[in-house]
């Protein structure tokens, strides 16, 4: 079972901020985060992960909470080809062999 | 440099038939995945693989084989397909590491009539 919780669905403004908000309240110590997306029905793309400290790589930004239990997804200027379903999943970090549980996640619409 | 390649894109079979799905990547990865995507939901894993020869099952296995004797292939057979498995099947692969990113194919939409 999915161990985090999504909204179902938001929308953004092109250019700006999307922050999409994950609930992870129940993440073990050696659980990392992973976002990845899926834009119409291609398969998904990895967005970026971490596992306590913020992360920021060329496609998002990442924020947890100093408590691990929630985690922030941003996109610095959302443009429409943005527009997918944003996938938010903890993994344990100790092990490269777990496989991925994808939730339902949030469908983001970037609306011009 | 082709990534993950799944074959074919597209299939409409009979209950009953049978059918290899393929997936192919050149990237050298010891982890493999299969998932199954029902419209409007989440991607669920029915098989994966942490390198030749070693297959486990996933969340929904039932009515699906795999094996993985080689690095670069992981086959999923329908071995009597019926309307329930119609959905979309995307293939991943990824290093065996907590950080290694997972790369997908770009799924095979399979209709059982």
């Known amino acids: 079972d999915a161990k985090t919780t999504q909204p179902t669905s938001m929308d953004c403004a092109e250019g700006r901020a999307a922050n999409l908000p994950c609930n992870h309240s129940t993440i073990s110590g050696n659980e990392y985060v992973y976002w990845y997306r899926q834009i119409h029905s291609q398969g998904p793309q990895y967005i970026i992960h971490g596992l306590k400290n913020n992360e920021t790589n060329e496609m998002a930004s990442l924020i947890i909470t100093e408590d691990r239990k929630s985690s922030t997804l941003i996109l610095p200027h959302a443009t429409l080809r943005d527009t997918a379903v944003y996938y938010c999943?903890?993994?344990?970090?100790?092990?490269?062999?777990?496989?991925?549980?994808f939730g339902k996640g949030t469908r983001l619409s970037v609306i011009a | 440099n082709a990534g993950v390649t799944q074959t074919p894109k597209f299939q409409v079979l009979k209950t009953g038939q049978s059918m290899t799905l393929q997936c192919a990547q050149d990237?050298?990865?010891?982890?493999m995945s299969w998932y199954r995507q029902d419209p409007g939901m989440g991607l669920r894993l029915i098989h994966y693989?942490?390198?030749?020869?070693?297959?486990d099952q996933g969340e929904v296995p039932n009515g699906y084989n795999v094996s993985r004797s080689t690095t670069e292939d992981f086959p999923l057979r329908l071995l009597s397909a019926a309307p329930s498995q119609t959905s979309v099947y995307f293939c991943?692969?990824?290093?065996?590491?907590?950080?290694?990113?997972?790369?997908f194919g770009q799924g095979t939409r399979l209709t059982v009539v």
């Open positions: 990237m050298n990865h010891e982890y």
């Open positions: 693989s942490v390198g030749a020869g070693i297959t």
């Open positions: 999943i903890v993994r344990v970090a100790y092990s490269g062999n777990t496989p991925l549980v």
């Open positions: 991943a692969s990824s290093y065996s590491s907590p950080k290694a990113e997972a790369f």
